[in-house]
Structure formats: C-alpha cells, structure tokens
C-alpha cells in the first residue's frame, strides 16, 4: 500500500525538493530494461535511477567502470518507453565526463536526446563543479553523488564505509553545499556514517537520497536485483531483501527443465 502524501502525476526535478519540505521521503530504485522499470514504475517509485550498476548486474562485470555511454544510452531509452510517473535519472559512465566540461556536457546531452531521460548522474565534489555548472547551463538537472563512488574504487581500493575520519568527512560536508549552490536537485550519498549523512541532509535544502547512509536522508536508494534478491552474494549490512528470487527462479527453471526431460510440458491443453 503506497503512503505517498500527495498524489504526483509525474514526478519531477521540482516535485523532490517539494517532497523534502514536506517531510515526505522520496523512494527511488534502479533499473536497466523495460520491463523491469514498468514494474518499478508502476509500483509508485519517485525515481528511477539508471545506473552504472548496470556494469555489474546487468554485463556481470566486476566493477561499474567498464560500461560505455552507448550502453547507458540503450538502457535509459528501454527505461524511458516504460514510465508514466518517475523521474528517470541516467548516470554519467565512468570516462564520459572526467576528462573537462565540454566533454562532461556533450555526454549529458547525448543522455537527454538519444534516451529521453530527464536528468543525469554525475560522482564526485569539487573536481566535477565545472563540469557541472556546464550540464545545468544547458538546462539538464543534475543529481550529484558523494561518500563511496563506485568510479573511483581503485583510488579506495576497498567498498568499506568512507568519511569515517574527521577531514574526509570535512570534504564531503563542504562537497553536498558546493552541490547544491552549484545548482544539483539532489544527492546521493553512498556508504558514509548515519550521523554524517542526517547532517548533510540538514545542512542543504535539496533531498539528500541515501544508499547505506541511514535513516536520517530525504529518501533511500537501492539496487533492485538486490532488494528483490536476484543476486545473493552481495550482502552489505544495508541491504533489505524483499524477496529471495535467485531461489524462487532457480526453483522454477529447475522444475521447468525437469517437465521438459520427463515430457510433462507440453500438455495437451498447452499446445494446438
Ligand atoms: O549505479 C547505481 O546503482 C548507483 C546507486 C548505487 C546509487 O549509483
């Protein structure tokens, strides 16, 4: 049962910072095709995120590095022909944008023009903040993303918590308010202490949307193959499981590929 406070018909850039004035927390999940996002769609989630996750889940690389803007783009497009009500958000791929703005904002609009998505992505504080200013010049909403960046993890070396010490911390607090000057309708904050993350929440008015950053944000973010449980060796302490499908499925596929060697399936009554 959906305990939206207001009924938003299409949820936009504006409808999110409307959410957070309103104490209303903003739901938001990945997806990569379209028939998934048509179920998360109509489920009533606020925002459909794109992920480079798709890296991982989708092509079963190890890191979200490898995934080009070419593949982004088919996946934001299947996405985008099954929405009537998200915001979809297309993430920035790792090498689509690092280089310099001009680069960072010919990439966004290749997102908006071939995919149709509404907004975009982008990892990192002060060394994006051109690169930013360019994109929302253009007119694109821009989704800033802090804490653990996954693009960056051969920098870390490590998926553990960051910010844990005083002057990363520092950096991050200062990162979400250039942020949000900056102009970014939200951001996401990734794998940093409850405690650090309630008071970036506070200290900007722009919904802050946290993945393994506790309770205390405007909103939470999952990876859907993770929360439906498609996947099942990912196991990080904020991970909800609402489902176990790798088991449902195995179970399912097991029994379909049993019918098909005893000739149980088809039955008469399945075929013509
Ligand atoms: O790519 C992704 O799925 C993400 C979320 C983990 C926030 O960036």
Redesign the pocket.
Same mark, same amino acid.
């Given at each position: 049962m959906s305990v939206a406070k207001k009924d938003y018909k299409r949820v936009t850039v504006k409808s999110l910072v409307e959410m957070k004035q309103n104490n209303e927390k903003i739901s938001m999940l990945?997806a990569y095709d379209y028939t998934m996002a048509k179920i998360v769609d109509g489920a009533g989630v606020d925002v459909i995120?794109v992920? &480079?996750?798709?890296s991982n889940v989708m092509a079963g690389h190890e890191t979200?590095l490898p995934i080009t803007l070419d593949q982004m783009i088919y996946h934001a497009s299947s996405v985008v022909r099954a929405i009537d009500r998200a915001l979809v958000v297309v &993430?920035l791929p790792f090498g689509s944008y690092q280089s310099d703005p001009k680069e960072a904002l010919r990439s966004a609009i290749r997102i908006m023009k071939e995919s149709g998505g509404h907004a975009v992505?982008m990892e990192g504080g002060k060394e994006v903040k051109e690169s930013i200013k360019r994109i929302l010049n253009a007119g694109i909403p821009v989704m800033g993303?802090l804490g653990l960046t996954?693009q960056s993890i051969y920098k870390f070396g490590t998926y553990t918590v960051r910010a844990k010490e005083e002057q990363e911390a520092q950096q991050l607090k200062e990162d979400a308010i250039m942020l949000e000057k900056a102009g970014c309708f939200g951001i996401?904050l990734?794998k940093i202490p409850a405690k650090l993350a309630e008071e970036v929440a506070k200290s900007v008015s722009i919904p802050v949307i946290g993945?393994g950053a506790g309770g205390d944000v405007d909103g939470q973010?999952l990876?859907l193959h993770d929360m439906i449980g498609m996947t099942h060796e990912f196991n990080p302490r904020f991970l909800r499981r609402y489902m176990n499908l790798y088991e449902e499925m195995t179970t399912a596929i097991g029994q379909y590929v049993d019918d098909v060697k005893t000739q149980d399936f088809p039955s008469d009554k399945e075929q013509y």
């Open positions: 990945t995120l992920g &480079d996750s798709a979200t &993430d992505k993303h996954p996401v990734e993945i973010v990876v």
